[in-house]
């Protein structure tokens, strides 16, 4: 039978048995999960970067025009994201009319209880402690004298008095956005595998435009909430379907530049956010926050054109087996970049004509259940990315001086959180370049746990045996370490999205960085959740994302090095993108040395090819 013959071959290798024996072995059909050493060629269409793309041109002239169109909303998105820094900072205010006729009160001054204001902002301009909120001091007052200090004369809490008791619905519109943005993430990742990049880019730009607009003209913050909430959605989605378009474009050499550069548009829309802010500032016929909501969502006109201009990911198309469409887009491809396809050696186009009759197979992130190594990786960026947009705020906080004017320290603040954005990604470009993906990852991990760490403890260390220095020593080292934390935590928190797009396959793109996306805009709603409870438990919250650091130092060894690999496609190559060696390339096979369980990561194709079931056998 099939095991006798097995075992006389076996026994004919081990004996010198000649050559009918070892015939037998090659050529004898896979068995208990032997693979033959004898393989059919090697299919070309799955090797996108190694075969694929090359026979297309490369990185050719068609795919820079592209990057470069995903690169122009880069900066559109940017006004977007921090437009609530202006449509909803919390302006000066001064009572001018008090509800009672306590002699304290006088106009043109706020009520005033031991030396106190009735109401005050907080130190980072965005927040406020109202009524019982700010100290249990009174808010009794008929009308308000509201003046901003952030480009505009006029914003949503001025328009509506959001103040004293209607202050709660400040934190709701800035919950609104970021809510938006985590269910358009996790929605919208999972439509981009199913369905295509391109669709969820259009409807993105379509959408945004709609809700976006709509904002403009609310009628009251109710309204303005519920349309910012699907404005999030479909922002989240245009960032998105942007993200892994570009990334899918690039082979792996391009990949982290043409990223970065996207990075430093939308740090320049933050940037020039002011400027804008101020540019809309007493218009004719308008309300400021109005004219710039209609600003900053209608340069999402000049996307319309995609439609046409901008085609579906190639990669994305092979990987799901849309075999048609593939041969029409690289028929497309190959013209733009000048390429023969009938010339071109690999054979690429021949192998897609015996493909076509293949139907398309799209595939749900909820597969990735079924995975080892790959729902590990995303879990562990997720946690990366929470951590890193969540301590950060944790450090702008700190950096902030509590005795000073909350107003006069707007402008400031913003343009040190712009500046720290901008060194971050001046800073990563190197890092990843010398450390690679991974070290340069669990590098700023440890300078933000360090900076942390050093913050919670040692100044509260010199604070109690140093009364002299608590003032003046304490209050330097605070602001240093949060800076310093502030820039390690943002190259945390990009350095973790980029990874995720590395090291996820392309059938479920969309839906793993949605996971770590949805992941980083749960870090940021911790600020104003901490800001609707007056920063009360504001401590514990910075030790809790301390602890969260050193449990992200020990997972960040477990992720594999993507630098210089092709993009993993399918489900079994993400699955096989193992973890290497920190100080050594190549994989590191086996964790344990002796006993059946350290053979538990080894399959049989696996020991086949490295040439370990032959010499065991």
Known sequence: GDGAGWGAGVGGIGVGGGGASLRLLLHHPAENGFTPLEHPAPRLLPHIDRTVLPSLGGFGKHQKQLVVLTWIPALFIGFSQFSDY?????????????????????AGSPPVTGGAPAWQLAGNGTEGGYGEGGGGMPCACKEWKLELQTGLSQNVVTKWNLVCDSA????????SLLVGSIFGYLVMGVMADWFGRHPVLILSVLFMLVFGLSVAFSVNVTMFSTLRFFEGFCLAGLALSLYVLRIELCLPSWRFSMTMVASFLMVGGQLLMPGVAALCRNWPGRDDWQVLQIVIISPFVLMLPYVWLFPESLRWLLATQHYRRSKAMMLRIARKNQVNLNTEPRGVLTELEQELHKRPQPTCIVKMMSTRNLWKNIVVLCVNSLTGYGIHHCFARSMMDPEAQPTALCHADYYTMAGIAVATCLAVCPAVGLMGRRGGLLTFMIITALASLLQLGLLNLIGKYSLLLRDTLNRKFSVAFSIIGMFSSHAVSTLSIFFCAEITPTVIRGGGLGLVLASAGFGMLTAPIMELHN?????????????????????????????????????????????????????????????????????????TTTGVALNKT
């Open 535 to 607: 920063q009360k438990g504001y401590f514990l919250h910075h030790v809790i994302f301390a602890c969260c650091t050193l449990l992200c130092i020990i997972c960040l060894l477990l992720l594999p090095e993507p630098r210089g690999q092709p993009l993993p496609e399918s489900l079994a190559d993400g699955e096989s993108f193992t973890r290497q060696t920190l100080l050594h390339p190549g994989e590191q096979h086996l964790l344990l040395t002796d006993g059946d369980y350290a053979r538990v990561h080894d399959t049989p194709l696996h020991l």
């Open 86 to 106: 202006f449509l909803l900072a919390q302006p000066n205010g001064t009572c001018l009319q008090p509800l009672t006729n306590d002699s304290n009160w006088t």
């Open 168 to 175: 709660w619905k400040v934190h709701i519109a800035k919950f």
